[in-house]
C-alpha cells in the first residue's frame, strides 16, 4: 500500500506542472512536456486503479468466505482478538444437520445451495448490529456486543427459526440447523474463549437431543 501512497502523490505534482508550464514558456519545449505530464498522469491513474482492484481482490480472498461471501474463520479469529471483555458481548454457534446426506443424496451442488441459503439468511438475521461468519465446512457463528447484547440474541435467534423455517432449496427439501449460544453477562465466562466454547458446547448437546430422538423415533416404529 506504500507505493500506491507514492503513486496517488504524483498525480497532483503532473497537474501542477500542466498548469505552471504554460506561463514558464510557450515553445515547443513545452508542448512536449505538457503531453508527456499529461500520459503520466493518465498511466499513473490506470495503475492506481489496478492495484486498488488487487488490493480490495486480496482482501475479500484473505477475510471472506469464497462459496458465503460472509466473513471467514479468519474474520471471526481477528473479531476475536479485539475483543477485551465478554461482559456485553453474546455469541451463538450453530452446525447444519446431515450436510453429508445431502451431499451423498442430491450432490455437493445442492449442499453447496444450502450453505449458501443458511449463510444468506444469517447475515441477514443478525442485521447490522451483529457479527455473522463461517468458521469452516457446515459451522458458522454469530456475535453481538454491547448492553443489549443478550437481548440482541434472543431476537437473533427467534429471527433466524422463523426464516429458515420458512425457508426450502431448490429440490423442495427445508434446511435444518443446530444452535448453542452462550452470554456474557449471565454465562459468567472469563473470556471470549470460555463464551464460545460453552456455546459450541450446547450446540452439539443440542445435536445429540436430536440423534437421541430420532434413535427412540425409529424403534418405536420399529416395535409398532
Known sequence: ?????????????????????????????HWSLLAAAVVVALVNSVMIYKMTESYEALYRFSYFDSLT?????????????RVHSVEQLSVAVMDLDNLKKTNDRYGHLTGDELLIQFASILA???G???????????????????????????????????????ARLSNGSGIR???????????????????????DERMYCQKREKKRSCSCGKEAAEND
Open 128 to 166: 447490522p448490529d451483529g457479527f455473522a461468519a463461517r468458521n469452516g465446512g457446515d459451522e458458522f457463528i454469530v456475535f453481538f456486543h454491547g448492553e443489549d447484547a443478550c437481548r440482541m440474541m434472543r431476537e437473533f435467534r427467534d429471527r433466524l427459526e422463523e426464516e429458515i423455517g420458512a
Open 124 to 126: 441477514r438475521c443478525a
Open 69 to 81: 461471501r460472509i466473513p471467514n474463520r479468519l474474520s471471526t479469529d481477528l473479531y476475536c482478538s
Open 177 to 199: 440447523y443446530s444452535l448453542g449460544s452462550a452470554c456474557g453477562p449471565s454465562d459468567k465466562c472469563r473470556d471470549i474463549r470460555a463464551l464460545v466454547s460453552l456455546a
Open 1 to 29: 500500500m506504500n507505493k500506491m501512497k507514492y503513486l496517488k502523490l504524483i498525480n497532483p505534482v503532473f497537474l501542477i506542472l500542466i498548469v505552471l508550464i504554460p506561463s514558464v514558456t510557450g515553445s515547443i519545449f
